[in-house]
């Protein structure tokens, strides 16, 4: 079974800096997808970045500019760095990976992170 831990959630003013970090239980290349979702309080999930495994990224107009979605392969490892953090971020930030297996799709999520942007 594949687990997703993420980390680096916290408090940060606005116009901060931060970075979120999900580790997978396995290889990442074994991912067809991998990227970052967030649900603020009485809001529903949104996408916020995503990254195909030919690097291929996505992100949501709301972050583009101050997000950036990359991997390590040798740590099994999915970031995000967040500059120039805003109110509207704060949300619980959750790691997502897509795994396709002869056409067989399996979704992955962790547990989520919380980011809250206050001053």
């Known amino acids: 079974q594949v687990q997703l831990v993420e980390s680096g959630g916290g408090l940060v003013q606005p116009g901060g800096s931060l970075r979120l970090s999900c580790a997978a239980s396995?290889?990442?290349?074994?991912?067809?997808?991998m990227g970052w979702y967030r649900q603020a309080q009485g809001k529903q999930r949104e996408l916020v970045a995503t990254?195909?495994?030919?690097?291929?990224?996505n992100y949501a107009d709301s972050v583009k500019g101050r997000f950036t979605i990359s991997t390590d392969n040798t740590k099994n490892t999915v970031y995000l760095q967040m500059n120039s953090l805003k109110p509207e971020d704060t949300a619980v930030y959750y790691c997502?990976?897509?795994?396709?297996?002869?056409?067989?799709?399996?979704?992955?999520w962790g547990q989520g992170t919380q980011v809250t942007v206050s001053s």
């Open positions: 997502y990976a897509l795994r396709v297996v002869a056409g067989l799709h399996s979704d992955y």
């Open positions: 990254i195909v495994s030919g690097g291929l990224t």
């Open positions: 396995g290889s990442i290349s074994s991912f067809y997808t």
